[in-house]
C-alpha cells in the first residue's frame, strides 16, 4: 500500500526559529514532492515541491531537502513567523498514475511571538 | 493564476435531501480534478478521480452512487452527496490538475465546502 509518514504531528517553535517536518515513503516509483500548507476552514495551498533527481530546493524562508536512497524528504522553514502557524501535509504522486496524490498525516505548527 | 474556486462554501441540509458541490478552474483547464474528504485535524482522503468526459474513479470504500460525479467540460466537475445522513457531514476539497499547454505536476486546490447534515 502506497504511504507516506509524516513527523511530528505537532510543533511549536518560537518566532524566527526553524520548524523541521519529516516524512518518509515507501513506493520508489514516486516521481513528484509537493508540501502543502492549510489554514483552518481553507483549502491547502502548494508551498513548494522538488522532484527525486534533486537534492535540495529552496524557495525564499522554506526548503525540502530529499534523501533518495533514504526514501525521506523534509520541509525546512527558516525565520518562522507567527503567520506561518498553519497545518502543513506533504504528499507524493506519480506522473504517469495520474498524478493522483498521497498525502502525509499532516503537521500542525504553532509560531509563538 | 491556476485559481480553483468551490461553490457553496458552506451548506447545511436535512437528512435524506441530496447536495451538489460545484469545483471550477478558473484560469486554466483540467482534464483531471480530484474529490477529497478531511475530517477534523486530519488528512486529506481522496474520494474520486473526475475524468472530463468519461466516468470517475472512485477509491476503495467510497460508494459511488452515494456520491455522484460529473465532469462535464474542462473547467467544471461537481459532487452530489445523494440522500445525504449526519456521517456524510465533513469538509470535502476539489483539486484541479491543469492539462493541455496549461499542463504541470501540480494540483491546485478549491477553498473547500464545509457540508452539514442535520
Known amino acids: 500500500q502506497q504511504q507516506v509518514k509524516q513527523s511530528p504531528q505537532s510543533l511549536i517553535v518560537q518566532k524566527g526559529g526553524i520548524s523541521i517536518i519529516n516524512c518518509a515513503y515507501e513506493?520508489?516509483?514516486?516521481?513528484?514532492f509537493p508540501w502543502y500548507q492549510q489554514f483552518p476552514g481553507k483549502g491547502p495551498a502548494l508551498l513548494i515541491a522538488?522532484?527525486?533527481?534533486?537534492s535540495e530546493k529552496k524557495e525564499g524562508r522554506f526548503t525540502i531537502s530529499f534523501n533518495k536512497s533514504a526514501k525521506q524528504f523534509s520541509l525546512h522553514i527558516m525565520d518562522s513567523q507567527p503567520g506561518d502557524s498553519a497545518t502543513y501535509f506533504c504528499?507524493?504522486?506519480?506522473?504517469?498514475?495520474?498524478?493522483?496524490?498521497?498525502f502525509g498525516g499532516g503537521t500542525r505548527v504553532l509560531v509563538k511571538p | 493564476g491556476a485559481v480553483v474556486s468551490q461553490h457553496p462554501s458552506r451548506v447545511i441540509c436535512k437528512s435524506g435531501t441530496s447536495v451538489k458541490i460545484e469545483c471550477r478552474s478558473l484560469?486554466?483547464?483540467?482534464?483531471?480534478m480530484f474529490w477529497y474528504r478531511q475530517f477534523p485535524k486530519k488528512s486529506l482522503m481522496l474520494m474520486a478521480t473526475?475524468?472530463?468526459?468519461?466516468?470517475?474513479?472512485?477509491e476503495q470504500g467510497v460508494e459511488k452512487d452515494k456520491f455522484l460525479i460529473n465532469h462535464a467540460s474542462l473547467t467544471l466537475s461537481t459532487l452530489t452527496v445523494t440522500s445525504a445522513h449526519p456521517e456524510d457531514s465533513s469538509f470535502y476539497i476539489c483539486?484541479?490538475?491543469?492539462?493541455?499547454?496549461?499542463?504541470?505536476?501540480?494540483?491546485?486546490f478549491g477553498p473547500g465546502t464545509r457540508l452539514t447534515v442535520l
Open positions: 483539486s484541479a490538475h491543469p492539462s493541455g499547454s496549461w499542463s504541470t505536476d501540480t494540483q491546485y
Open positions: 513506493n520508489t516509483a514516486f516521481d513528484y
Open positions: 522538488i522532484r527525486p533527481d534533486v
Open positions: 504528499a507524493a504522486s506519480i506522473e504517469a498514475a495520474g498524478n493522483k496524490l498521497t
Open positions: 484560469d486554466f483547464q483540467a482534464t483531471t
Open positions: 473526475s475524468n472530463e468526459g468519461s466516468k470517475a474513479t472512485y
